[in-house]
């Protein structure tokens, strides 16, 4: 018995040797993080195609997630994308510049488009031949005070890279650069130079189809792009006009958006954006005014017991608790009392509000929203105020639900 099962060992081993060495994605089991389940459409894909998309979004590797992100968490998500990718490639010493729709968000204000859920970016032959080399399947943590949660980001190459042919149309994204906790990429293409051009020297092919001359491309030009250092073809305009055609570097009016140029933003005006940014805006107010009443109501317990204080004894430890720190009996007070008065001491400031500073290029509709809360913090009169106009506008749009 045990003799038998040891000399089918070797026959064992060579099968699963076997199943190594055969050529295969990097598939859910070998990555997984949280998931249980893979979503990624791998069943349906052809069997020589890498890169899977998820069955819910082609923009997202199924791998890592199971459903698309809100307006709002997928600009974030995408802005940290770009942000670790480029610190990341600068540092390990990577050529890569923006294309196609990034590079078109970076033309009106160096933003991702806020209607987007990918980036694209390309690479130099030699570049891709490095990550290949040296950086395939490679984790990268970052914790930043952008990402203070922390995110894991994977860098992963399509072996096919070195397939240089146009004809193979399953791999014509040659490496992703994946956020292991949204699933959302960049997809990273690169340009080769083609010697069997029709139009001679200093041509440059992508698997995807795109050519360019070199010149358009090269030298590159340094830029920033969502606050990161960045680079973008030297003839950047040109390209983007090949791409997009003229109207896109020049209509206001895109994709449910309006680009104010005043707050060099694009604002979404179609409903459902704009829902999204309202809940979350009420949401933040509601917050606020649940502070204040909190507030209100200690001080009124408090203003109650200074009234009671004769019948009451003080010495009651559960009423002493509730005290805000500011209206504490003089004789122990570290601090001289606030000019502004108790009422705002208690507020978290603006300073404890805002992103740090290089984040604080939020778009319009959140700086409204911080308008609109800093008023709310500052005095008891705007902030009822402002609740009555939330109540009104809540009620509006009850009413407009319901027909
Ligand atoms: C990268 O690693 C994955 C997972 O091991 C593998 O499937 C893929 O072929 C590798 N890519 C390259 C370029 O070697
Ligand atoms: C070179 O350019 C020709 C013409 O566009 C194209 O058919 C061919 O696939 C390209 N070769 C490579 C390696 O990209």
Redesign the pocket.
């Known amino acids: 018995m045990r003799l038998s099962w040891l000399l089918s060992l070797p026959a064992v081993l060579t099968v699963a040797s076997a199943i190594a060495i055969e050529k295969r994605d990097a598939d859910f089991l070998s990555v997984r993080t949280k998931m249980h389940k893979d979503m990624s459409g791998r069943r349906g894909d052809p069997k020589d195609k890498y890169f899977h998309e998820s069955v819910f979004h082609p923009h997202y590797d199924g791998r890592f997630a199971d459903h698309q992100l809100g307006y709002r968490e997928r600009k974030q998500a995408l802005s940290n994308l770009i942000q670790t990718y480029l610190a990341t490639m600068s540092d390990i010493g990577v050529e890569t510049w923006l294309m196609h729709g990034t590079l078109l968000g970076w033309w009106w204000n160096r933003k991702i488009l806020p209607w987007d859920s990918d980036s694209d970016v390309q690479v130099s032959e030699s570049s891709i031949h490095y990550l290949a080399s040296y950086y395939n399947m490679t984790v990268f943590h970052y914790k930043t005070p952008r990402i203070p949660e922390g995110r894991d980001y994977m860098m992963e190459i399509n072996p096919h890279y070195s397939n240089?042919?146009?004809?193979d149309k399953l791999n014509v994204i040659d490496a992703r650069w994946v956020d292991t906790t949204s699933g959302l990429f960049i997809d990273i293409t690169t340009a080769?130079y083609?010697s069997?051009?029709?139009s001679g020297e200093g041509?440059l092919?992508c698997?995807d189809g795109h050519?360019y001359r070199d010149t358009y491309i090269f030298p590159l030009r340094e830029t920033f792009f969502e606050g990161t250092p960045a680079k973008i073809p030297f003839a950047y305009k040109e390209v983007l006009e090949a791409e997009y055609k003229q109207k896109a570097l020049t209509l206001v009016d895109f994709e449910g958006h309006h680009f104010d140029e005043d707050k060099l933003e694009w604002i979404p005006v179609n409903k459902k954006y704009i829902a999204d940014a309202k809940n979350k805006a009420d949401e933040k107010k509601a917050k606020a005014q649940e502070e204040q009443k909190k507030e209100k109501l200690a001080q009124d317990k408090k203003a109650e017991e200074q009234k009671n204080q004769g019948q009451q004894a003080l010495s009651e430890p559960g009423k002493q608790a509730p005290v805000a720190p500011e209206q504490q009996p003089e004789t122990n007070q570290a601090e001289p009392p606030k000019p502004d008065g108790p009422q705002v001491v208690k507020q978290p400031t603006k300073a404890d509000q805002l992103p740090p500073p290089e984040q604080q290029n939020v778009d319009a509709q959140k700086a409204k929203e911080e308008e609109a809360r800093i008023a709310t913090l500052k005095a008891g009169e705007e902030e009822r105020k402002v609740k009555e106009a939330a109540e009104r506008e809540q009620e509006q749009e009850r009413q407009g639900g319901k027909r």
């Open positions: 240089r042919e146009q004809t080769r083609n069997t051009h029709p041509m092919s698997k050519e």
